[in-house]
């Protein structure tokens, strides 16, 4: 029997894993006969299992992502161009073991963002601190910390990581000075930390994008020395949902309906049959 004063110090001690299944771990330490050394093992293994998916959590909302993504959602064979083992191979995360970054370059809506994502979610799982940001919000964050003299607590928020993720590169020219901030944290983190990146935009670009070309230089010098470059084509996923649902309009369904169709066969008429009393008159 679980007494107050037990759960009061359960609580305490901050073992609500263990608390959680307490009640359940004595049931099955009496039916199977275990002795104290394996019921200790099984409760301090459910304390174990609540931390690590607590952890888990934390750590997957600091790593600010856009969207929750994963490889099981990523459909490989709408643009066979991803290489799929490629792919896997990334999220077991040995490149990031081996401070080596990662290049995902291609048109809008091939599903760049989504496999970046991916992978960052795969290396919180493994262990690994991540975070996640486009270029957009790195340039404004340097920005907006500089006018109160705290440029060096932001860079440290960009050099301690295991994993950065710097997405949407190219969609739109960045802001003055941004090349100055971007290569700061290239050069701090390269042979070091490992990066994730994604560009809709070809390299010989950068230097217009960023408006500055020597350091457009030297940012792709260092990040490219060790880089894994994925580059896919294809068609956009979002053209294709779009695609999909202005055909069931068409069709007269709401998008996404997957329902019978109102279309129903004429039925031909019954033939009637005559009753053994009708059949008697005649």
Known sequence: ???ESL????????????????????????????NHAEFLELILADELLV??????ARRI?????????????????????????????????RFVQQGRDVLLIGPPGVGKSHL????????????????????????????????????DKVLNQYLKPDLLIIDDMGIKPLPRRSGEYFFEVIMRRYEVKSTVMTSNRPLEEWGKLIGDVPAATAILDRFLHHAEIITITGRSYRLKDRAKQDRERINGQEPGFQGKTNDK??????KKTKTVCQKQQK
């Open 265 to 270: 066969k004429t039925e031909k008429p019954k």
């Open 61 to 93: 909302k600091q790593a600010g992502f856009r969207d929750a993504k994963s490889l099981e959602d990523f459909d490989f064979s709408f643009n066979p161009s991803v290489p799929k083992n490629t792919v896997y191979d990334l999220a077991t995360c």
């Open 1 to 3: 029997m679980i007494t």
């Open 51 to 56: 931390r690590q998916d607590r952890l888990i």
């Open 7 to 34: 759960m009061t110090s359960l609580r305490k001690l901050r073992l609500s894993g263990l608390a959680g299944t307490l009640d359940v771990r004595l049931q099955e330490a009496a039916g199977n006969r275990l």
């Open 116 to 151: 970046a994502q991916a992978i960052g979610h795969q290396a919180i799982r493994s262990g690994l601190t991540v975070r996640y940001r486009s270029i957009f919000d790195l340039v404004r964050d340097f920005l907006a910390d500089e006018a109160f003299a705290g440029v």
